[in-house]
């Protein structure tokens, strides 16, 4: 189903009044991954994640471009699969993170540039540190959880973020400043 079907079906059966209104998702904390990758020295490719975090969407079904969204989550919970190597990022060579330290992402504006694509420009906060990023989103589906029997959304999106505009560079260039972040999110309708 494309998004301009999935619109028109949506005004049809909410009614022209409120198909036109921004309605609240919220993140399936236990389907929403940020999984973000970077090279090592030039020997490998070393990849840790963040998971089980909140957000919040307002979807404006009718004009996708009015929407926006919001997502946070501590530092603390990045995994790495590795302690070691988790407990070294938690330093000041990296995050130098205190219990309550956050990472934040609101949208500052929506592109849509195909029927279930859009670029999603935000504002990422790490480290103390804000800076534009551009999420080029995809919608994987929308309608009702075979399960839950409510209105659920998939999104899954890319960026590259570069680590010394955060003060994150530490072992650049030998370790990518670049890192490759790689985003799937599910989100249900609010109650």
């Known amino acids: 189903m494309t998004m301009k079907s999935v619109l028109l079906a949506t005004a049809l059966t909410l009614g022209a009044t409120s198909a036109f209104a921004a309605e609240k998702y919220v993140l399936d904390a236990s389907h929403s991954q940020i999984v973000f990758t970077y090279n090592h020295l030039g020997f490998s490719t070393t990849t840790s994640m963040f998971s089980g975090f909140d957000g919040e969407i307002m979807l404006d079904e009718a004009e996708p471009a009015n929407s926006s969204v919001s997502v946070s989550f501590p530092v603390k919970d990045m995994i790495t699969g590795w302690e070691p190597r988790t407990e070294h990022f938690m330093t ?26 859009a670029l999603i420009t935000g504002d990422l906060t790490m480290n103390d540190v804000t800076k534009s990023v551009v999420l080029d989103a995809k919608l994987n589906q929308m309608g009702e959880h ?46």
Do not use: C, H, Y
Not at 93 to 107: C, K, P, W
Not at 153 to 176: C, I, K, Y
């Open 92 to 117: 000041d060579d990296f995050f130098g993170a205190e219990d309550g330290d956050m990472v934040t992402f609101e949208s500052t504006g929506i592109e849509v540039t195909g029927e279930k694509t």
């Open 146 to 191: 075979p399960m839950a029997k409510k209105p659920w959304a998939g999104f899954d999106a890319t960026t590259t973020v570069t680590r010394t505009d955060f003060n994150l560079g530490q072992f650049a260039p030998f370790v990518s400043d670049e890192v490759q972040v790689n985003i799937s999110i599910e989100a249900m309708k609010a109650e």
